[in-house]
């Protein structure tokens, strides 16, 4: 590369930095390619970097598991491992230790294996832009919905192999037609639609979704009045019952999605112990994880939360330390209870399951997927 002194007098280092990423995706590989405009490809990466993360490509087993799976493999049938509120990785404001739920950015979870991604959106009254949400704490004001979709197609452009499973929520202000028209052009308008999984089904097989993206679609379109907008995307929104240990939701006839999200762990903290709670969520999701191996259940999504927190009176279980435990007190964690039940489940039908800060075991990404471990 050219020598170019004092380049700092020339470039702002926003200007750099935008440059950077730019020269990267125009020097990836002739297969890494992708049909999305460069440039702003590189804006979208740079913008979105609060949530997304830097952009590396290790190419290590984990990055694209999803290539040594068979083509005609069902999408039901595939262990897959997600984290429960994504985005909250670099939050940081108000209430962080209940609002804060992850350790690693987007692409890095994405490099650990994780193929599930719950994404919460609202929209930003101050700029009346889609951004990212947990409750209405906002996760950055300024990365947008559209980059972090944009660096997912970044991730698909580098791993074809691989499919995502992306659940979209509102959790902030109302879902109104605006929101929704906005939502439903993220995901339908040229040429981003094409890594988007066009139906309200699950495709065949894992050949007609790899290097797209399927969508469990957590808020209804009002097409009352708007045809076009079309539905698109699992709908998962009518019937998703708050703080429930099991439940289901029909997203077209025939073909269910059996969901386990019990979050709120209730109690006073001075009759109920943090084990206790610990305990109850565990079965909660240990149960609704065997219930998936019924041979009625196969043809199924079953969809398991293994998140949540301790509500009660004084101090209570935070969503890091139900995951992680504590070992000053002799809590374990779901993360660990979870490790050590999947090493005795081998070749267990699990469907999908949702962490909270799945680093904290080395291998429960490799566990959950059914992986030998993996460095």
């Known amino acids: 590369m050219f020598n170019m002194p004092h380049v700092e007098a020339w470039f702002s280092p926003a200007l750099l930095a935008q440059l950077l990423v730019l020269y990267t995706v125009l ?102 832009v ?3 949400y947990h409750a209405d704490a906002l996760m950055s004001p300024t990365a947008s919905l559209e980059d972090v979709l944009w660096g997912l197609y970044h991730f698909l452009d580098n791993h074809p192999t691989e499919t995502l499973l992306v659940s979209m929520k509102v959790d902030h202000g109302s879902v109104g037609v605006p929101v929704q028209r906005a939502a439903h052009a993220l995901i339908t308008t040229p040429p981003v639609s094409d890594y988007w999984v066009q139906s309200t089904s699950l495709p065949l097989d894992l050949q007609a979704a790899r290097k797209k993206i399927i969508l469990f679609r957590r808020f209804s379109f009002d097409t009352t009045g708007n045809p076009d907008l079309t539905p698109v995307g699992l709908n ?48 909660a999701l240990t149960s609704h994880i065997t219930t998936s191996r019924g041979s009625s259940n196969l043809s199924q999504v079953f969809i398991s939360f293994a998140s949540g927190f301790g509500a009660g009176v004084g101090d209570i279980l935070s969503p890091r330390t139900l995951a992680e435990g504590n070992s000053s007190i002799g ?45």
């Open 27 to 128: 020097h990836l590989p002739w297969t890494a390619q992708a049909a999305l405009d460069p440039q702003k490809m590189a804006q979208h990466l740079e913008a979105g970097k609060p949530i997304l993360g830097a952009f590396t490509n290790p190419r290590t087993p984990l990055t694209s598991w999803m290539g040594d799976l068979g083509n005609s493999t069902a999408i039901q049938s595939i262990n897959v491992p997600g984290t429960h509120d994504t985005a909250t990785w670099n939050y940081t404001g108000p209430n962080e230790t209940v609002f804060r739920t992850q350790d690693r950015s987007i692409f890095d979870q994405l490099n650990a294996g994780i193929r599930f991604l719950d994404i919460r959106f609202g929209l930003d009254e101050n700029t009346n």
């Open 236 to 283: 998962v929104a009518s019937g998703w019952l708050d703080n429930n240990a099991d439940f289901s939701i029909a997203y077209t006839p025939g073909h269910i999605s059996y969901i386990e999200d019990l979050y709120q762990l209730n109690g006073d903290p001075s009759q109920v112990p943090p084990a206790t709670k610990v305990e109850e969520k565990f079965n």
């Open 331 to 375: 809590l374990v964690g779901i993360n660990q209870k979870m490790d050590a039940w999947l090493s005795g489940n081998e070749g267990l039908r699990l469907g999908i399951v949702l962490y909270d800060f799945f680093q904290s075991m080395p291998n429960l990404i490799v566990k959950t997927i059914g992986l030998k471990n993996v460095d």
């Open 130 to 132: 889609l951004r990212l």
